[in-house]
């Protein structure tokens, strides 16, 4: 199924590991006949079951951008007194609020917020984990459209909505982009967040607009 290949430690002067996964129990005699190697020279063991989203996730440590303290739900410590909370658990949907692109969105947000701008109504399209919604939703207390062409996107958006005590303040809503009725319903917006790649952003920018 795939082929790593890696030296110890990365010191470029030690031997060489490679490693193979199959996703079946593999012949090592002909496995040995083939690279022309004794049997002993390779270590054939079953992958242990780790749920590897579970492994990251706790792997996600607090941390802050501008005036947001970003935390998973096993985050157990104290909460710094003059930062916003926003628990956000890592998982497989876009935005835990550690690429740049979206702590500069968390940014954005903040510095519109202490300009006194305060938006009619928000869009968030392309809404991924629902993280820029909820702290839209934190800093000006109004309710805000998450739209996602995934359906997995938007359930994971509630699941932040709810864990930040903000679930009827969020609308999450599968849709394509902004032919979403609710979109052409709710508009024009007094802001919209549009953390996606630049590909879609640009083909969607005349709809923005």
Request: charged share 15%; proline share 6%; glycine share 8%.
């Amino acid at each position: 199924l795939s082929t790593s290949t890696l030296r110890a430690d990365n010191d470029h002067r030690a031997a060489w590991t490679v490693t193979w996964l199959f996703d079946h129990k593999p012949d090592e005699s002909g496995i040995a006949a083939r690279l022309n190697v004794e049997t002993s020279a390779l270590i054939v063991e079953p992958v242990p079951q780790v749920n590897w989203l579970e492994h990251s996730y706790r792997q996600f440590k607090p941390f802050s951008v501008g005036n947001f303290f970003i935390h998973g739900s096993h985050h157990n410590g104290e909460t710094p007194r003059n930062l916003t909370p926003l628990q956000i658990d890592a998982s497989t949907a876009f935005g835990s609020g550690e690429h740049g692109t979206t702590a500069g969105c968390l940014l954005a947000l903040e510095s519109l917020y202490d300009d006194n701008f305060t938006p009619r109504n928000i869009l968030d399209m392309g809404t991924g984990s629902g993280i820029l919604a909820v702290a839209a939703c934190r800093l000006w207390d109004l309710p805000v459209l998450a739209v996602d062409i995934e359906k997995e996107s938007v359930a994971l958006t509630n699941v932040h909505a709810d864990l930040n005590n903000i679930g009827s303040f969020i609308t999450a809503i599968h849709g394509d982009g902004f032919a979403t009725p609710e979109v052409q319903q709710q508009k024009p917006f007094g802001l919209i967040i549009a953390n996606i790649l630049a590909g879609p952003l640009v083909a969607m920018a005349p709809d923005l607009i």
